[in-house]
């Protein structure tokens, strides 16, 4: 058995339903190479997950028009995800979920504005418009019984990030003014954000290439409206020998673990001979103050780049992260889990699946992982779903 079967669930995935909850199958599927999937929203929350079913947003560009889709899956053996049903009313795109308090919060990017709904167990709420302008990036955290969301918005010859939150009131939708989280005279090239909400406060993050290379900011406040502090999270690493051109840090998202530690993964290309590798660092005082950076990338991978990394918890035992590498020479989803301070060893989470990409991941409250991924297969793709009692 080979090292990368080191943890229970690589090794039952190998096999594929070999062991018992576990299952594999198909959400989407295309036939023709034109059409395609995406799951690209930033911070990567395009599924969410409560005690009973699991609900997952995407792209979907068919006869050259791009739809976002919502569907759900009850959760229990063998059950599958309902009919896609269509957010917006004209192309549509970014999609995020997020379950907040007992409410799926969704949210996509449509006609140049941010707009927002909540998906319960009756009909949906109306669309609201919570932004406008030439947005091109989303993004979806929860704060309670309410959602944050956050966004990238072209300003004047840069990008800005602005984040506001939204709530169910009396069966509407209400949100807040948006706000912007940095000046832009600062930070003029503001873009991937991400929200959460630990330790009584709500943090903020983005990257920034005013520089001239790529860091990654974060900023947090007890309301949208104090964003009072802000501070690098990666390392500076200078262009030298041993780290190439030095660094470059892109690609951030959250997750709220155990005592509500705040923790970031990202990529950066501090060895820039092998590409981008998967960093992540801790906050314990809700985005206040960043740990040292840690390297999520065994011996085995550090020899290829990593790409679309992702990040879940159950918000308290349970913590993973994932992201697609080629160390076998094709494309497979790794995973690496957070036991304390330390990430585990590397493993494969796609198993023999073929030509695998942009991985998705949520926990149920009691511990059930769900995972999807995008697979290539001939001149067609499939969007590709398992859980896992983890």
């Known amino acids: 058995m080979s090292s990368r079967c080191a943890l229970a669930l690589g090794c039952a995935l190998l096999g594929m339903g070999a062991a018992a909850g576990s299952e594999l199958q198909t959400v989407a599927a295309t036939a023709n190479a034109a059409d395609f999937f995406q799951l690209e929203s930033s911070g990567r929350k395009n599924m969410a997950a409560d005690d009973r079913r699991v609900g997952l947003v995407w792209e979907e560009t068919r006869n050259r028009h791009t739809v976002s889709q919502l569907a759900f899956r009850p959760l229990g053996d063998k059950q599958p995800f309902s009919e896609p049903l269509k957010l917006g009313e004209r192309d549509a795109f970014n999609p995020v979920i997020a379950s907040c308090g007992g409410h799926f919060y969704v949210a996509w990017i449509e006609q140049d ?3 927002a709904s909540v998906y319960d167990d009756t009909p ?3 669309a609201t418009v ?7 990036e989303l993004t979806i955290g929860c704060r309670d019984d309410r959602a944050l969301l956050g966004w990238s918005a072209r300003s004047g010859k840069g990008y800005r990030v602005q984040a506001a939150e939204i709530r169910l009131e009396a069966g509407h939708l209400r949100h807040s003014e948006p706000v912007a989280v940095a000046p832009q005279d600062t930070y003029r090239f503001q873009t991937n954000p991400g929200v959460a909400f630990a330790k009584g406060r709500v943090v903020v993050t983005w990257h920034d290439r005013s520089s001239g290379t790529n860091l990654l900011y974060a900023t947090s406040g007890k309301t949208l409206q104090q964003l009072d502090h ?13 780290w190439g051109s ?3 840090a892109v690609r951030n998202t959250l997750a709220v673990g155990h005592n509500q530690r705040l923790v970031a993964i990202w990529l950066d290309k501090r060895a820039s001979r092998a590409g981008y590798k998967v960093y992540s660092a801790f906050s314990n005082d809700g985005g206040l103050s960043w740990g040292d ?11 290829v780049p990593q790409w679309t ?4 918890s159950n918000g308290r035992d349970r913590l993973i992260a994932v992201w697609m590498d080629a160390r076998e020479d094709r494309k497979t989803i790794w995973s690496s889990r957070l036991n304390g301070m330390t990430w585990a060893a590397n493993t494969n989470l796609s198993g023999d699946e073929q030509d695998v990409s942009c991985p998705v991941i949520a926990y149920s409250p009691n511990g059930t992982l769900h995972v999807v991924w995008i697979e290539t297969a001939g001149t067609g793709s499939r969007i590709r779903y398992f ?4």
């Not at 950076?293 to 020899?303: R, S, T, V």
């Open 113 to 115: 504005s941010v707009r």
């Open 124 to 126: 949906p709420s109306p």
């Open 130 to 136: 919570v932004a406008e302008g030439n947005i091109n």
């Open 230 to 242: 802000q501070v690098q999270v990666n390392e500076l690493i200078e262009k030298s020998y041993e």
């Open 246 to 248: 030095g660094s470059s």
């Open 293 to 303: 950076n840690y390297d999520l990338i065994d011996e085995w991978g550090a020899i």
């Open 309 to 312: 990394p992702a990040l879940a």
């Open 387 to 390: 859980s896992e009692q983890d």
